[in-house]
């Protein structure tokens, strides 16, 4: 019994031995193989990063298909009308939660398929927020990006009235643009460039 004893207490201090050398030489060969897998690492990272930027990038395209395929496509912009009638400030806010900015025709030809869009999607005779403003210089027309505006199209009645300082694509008079009070409530189309 006793030599039954030192043999499995032999067998217990050999094993454990042998144990703590496995573990020493796969601490040494971790730490040999450890820059190597630093690089891999690294590499897999960046294909994740490359992969999810593509994913974002077709998820937005796809956003931008759909808002084409609900509104219409003129000259590499699409857009989408919103006939729920707004003030300016609440209609252009709800253009950029979209994505995009209240639409500005930038040619005669830009605003004629406008004028067409509007009256397909909102009615014959309503009136539609442009994404032009004169509120920090009385006659200067910008853009939402600040930009002079540079294609206008005015109808012949306008006077350019201190207390309207935004500007409203009308379908009375055949797309021509009026000054209003930007605290009227009027229907909008919201305009998205295509990536």
Same mark, same amino acid.
């Given at each position: ?13 050999? %094993?454990?031995? #042998?144990?703590? &050398? !496995?573990? $020493?030489?796969?601490?040494? /060969? ?6 190597? *897998? ?16 593509? %994913?974002?990038? #077709?998820?937005? &395209? !796809?956003? $931008?298909?759909?808002?084409? /395929? ?6 590499? *912009? ?118």
């Amino acid at each position: 019994m006793d030599l039954r004893c030192a043999c499995l207490m032999f067998g217990l201090v050999l %094993l454990t031995h #042998l144990s703590s &050398q !496995q573990l $020493l030489s796969r601490k040494k /060969l971790v730490k040999k193989v450890t820059p190597e *897998k630093d690089g891999a690492v690294e590499g897999l990272q960046k294909q994740i990063d490359d992969i999810v930027k593509e %994913l974002n990038l #077709l998820k937005e &395209q !796809q956003a $931008l298909q759909t808002v084409c /395929l609900k509104g219409t496509k003129i000259h590499g *912009k699409c857009y989408l009308s919103d006939p729920l009638k707004k003030r300016y400030h609440t209609a252009s806010e709800d253009c950029i939660a979209k994505g995009g900015t209240l639409c500005t025709p930038l040619s005669l030809d830009d605003n004629d398929k406008l004028y067409d869009y509007i009256h397909q999607s909102i009615g014959p005779d309503e009136e539609i927020w442009l994404g032009i403003n004169d509120m920090q210089t009385e006659g200067i027309w910008v853009d939402q990006t600040g930009s002079t505006v540079r294609y206008k199209n005015w109808d012949a009645s306008f006077k350019g009235d201190r207390s309207k300082n935004c500007a409203v694509l009308s379908g009375s008079i055949s797309g021509k643009w009026l000054d209003e009070n930007c605290r009227e409530e009027r229907a909008s189309v919201c305009e998205f460039n295509i990536v």
